[in-house]
Nanobody, 123 residues
């Protein structure tokens, strides 16, 4: 059982990147899935979460309106579309999965983590 994050890289300010989180041995459709990020010297921050049932998405204030989390259940993937990137978005991004089926973001136990993908935003 694992999560695999991909899609990080270098973007210019104002640019876009799309991160993907793929499950292996773990059906993402049944679980709340979130994206976290951690920049050097800063605490880990949850930037977006999507629940499995009503598919409501929750965003950190710092990314709301710029980032969109979505599911591709047929591919067992959760994406994070990041638009209008800013230098302060640079971080290692991790996807995480709840360990309880049909849970909601506010009560999720983030027991399953992907390996992280680096996002750099620089001109």
């Amino acid at each position: 059982v694992q999560l695999q994050a991909s899609g990080g890289g270098l973007a210019h300010p104002g640019g876009s990147l799309r991160l993907s989180c793929e499950g292996a041995g773990y059906n993402l459709a049944y679980y709340a899935i979130a994206w976290f990020r951690q920049a050097p010297g800063k605490e880990r921050e949850r930037v977006a979460c999507i629940s499995p049932t009503d598919r409501d998405a929750a965003y950190a204030d710092s990314v709301r309106g710029r980032f969109t989390i979505s599911r591709e259940d047929d591919k067992n993937i959760v994406n994070l579309q990041m638009n209008d990137l800013k230098p302060e978005d640079a971080a290692v991004y991790y996807c995480a999965g709840d360990s309880v089926r049909w849970g909601i973001c506010s009560r999720a136990r983030w027991d399953l983590w992907g390996q992280g993908t680096l996002v750099t935003v620089s001109s």
